[in-house]
């Protein structure tokens, strides 16, 4: 696996925060641009990013590790 791909399965969009977690989105942008949930925009486009860390210390953080909530494997 290059060290680009590698990189790229470490992290989350916010499309795919919001499936894993049943919101929209918009609401996982929020999170992020409040600093609730910790992640970064790429240069150029300002799509927002997340760490599986990131993502996974939310989830602990927020009490939301329950049953059916898919916790970000590494």
Same mark, same amino acid.
């Given at each position: *696996?290059?060290?680009? @791909? ?9 499309? !795919?925060? @919001? +499936? /894993? #977690?049943?919101?929209?989105? +918009? !609401?996982? @942008?929020?999170?992020?641009?409040? %600093?609730? /949930? @910790?992640?970064?925009?790429?240069? %150029?486009?300002?799509?927002? +990013?997340?760490?599986? !860390? =990131? ?8 009490? #939301? /590790?329950? &049953?059916?909530? &898919?916790? =970000? !494997? *590494?």
């Amino acid at each position: *696996m290059s060290r680009v @791909a590698k990189q790229n399965s470490q992290v989350l969009s916010t499309g !795919t925060i @919001a +499936r /894993l #977690l049943h919101v929209c989105p +918009r !609401t996982v @942008a929020k999170w992020i641009d409040s %600093g609730k /949930l @910790a992640g970064y925009r790429l240069p %150029g486009s300002g799509d927002r +990013r997340v760490t599986k !860390t =990131a993502y996974n210390e939310f989830l602990e953080k927020e009490g #939301l /590790l329950k &049953p059916g909530l &898919p916790f =970000a !494997t *590494m």
